[in-house]
């Protein structure tokens, strides 16, 4: 078995401030994710990765950077917190065997004042 | 693109009913089909995936047939409790891909 740790659990911003959102999986999976749920708006893909600094767009990435400097890390960077903002940013891994199964972090919640 | 469309929630249930969550899907791949479900806290967790049509997944009372000619993969269990309370995710993800589609969830709520 393995886990996925993210911090911090809770996050709150000022508007306009950059904010950095830290995964970490010890499942030595190839694959990370990025997600963004909103009530009522099910999780949407900010970034992913397939490997070790490889990055790739999700369909929601304007406004956020990424970066997996190595397998078992994955951060996003909020460029420009926006006033007002509430959301929970989930992040996912997945490996080889049982390669469609994703296993998720327990997300980090976002305030912005 | 692909999509993934669900029953609108939340759902509200006495103990001992029966549920349904309807999920419908569009996609112009061969997709492997998924409930994921989330606890208050937690991030989502596989309850179970079926890869191939016209097979049926199953976990913990929890079923669901992937039909392929109709595009659906519906949610049932006879017997809720009210340890079943959380959001319940349809998705899918086309063969070989790395992308995962998600619906906009299904908050179902039960009743002692």
């Known amino acids: 078995g393995g886990i996925i740790t993210q911090t911090p659990k809770f996050l709150i911003g000022q508007e306009g401030q950059k904010l950095t959102l830290k995964c970490q999986q010890n499942?030595?999976?190839?694959?990370m994710y990025w997600y963004r749920q909103d009530s009522g708006k099910g999780l949407r893909l900010i970034y992913y990765s397939i490997t070790e600094n490889d990055l790739q767009k999700g369909d929601l990435s304007e406004g956020y950077d990424a970066s997996r400097e190595k397998k078992s890390s994955f951060s996003l960077t909020v460029t420009s917190a926006q006033k007002n903002e509430m959301a929970v940013f989930l992040c996912?891994?997945?490996?080889?065997?049982?390669?469609?199964?994703?296993?998720f972090g327990p997300g980090t919640r976002l305030l912005v004042l | 693109g692909d999509s993934v469309t669900q029953t609108e929630g939340p759902v509200t249930l006495s103990e001992g009913t029966s549920l349904t969550v309807n999920c419908s899907y569009e996609?112009?791949?061969?997709?492997?089909l998924f409930w994921y479900v989330q606890y208050p806290g937690e991030g989502p967790q596989l309850l179970f995936k079926v890869p191939k049509a016209n097979e049926k997944g199953s976990n913990r009372g929890f079923e669901a047939t992937y039909n392929k000619e109709a595009t659906s993969f519906h949610l049932q269990k006879a017997s809720v409790q009210e340890s079943d309370s959380a959001v319940y995710y349809c998705a899918l993800t086309g063969t070989g891909g790395y992308k995962v589609v998600f619906g906009s969830g299904t908050r179902l709520l039960v009743s002692p």
């Open positions: 996912a891994s997945r490996g080889t065997v049982n390669q469609d199964t994703q296993y």
């Open positions: 996609t112009k791949q061969y997709p492997t």
């Open positions: 499942f030595n999976h190839d694959t």
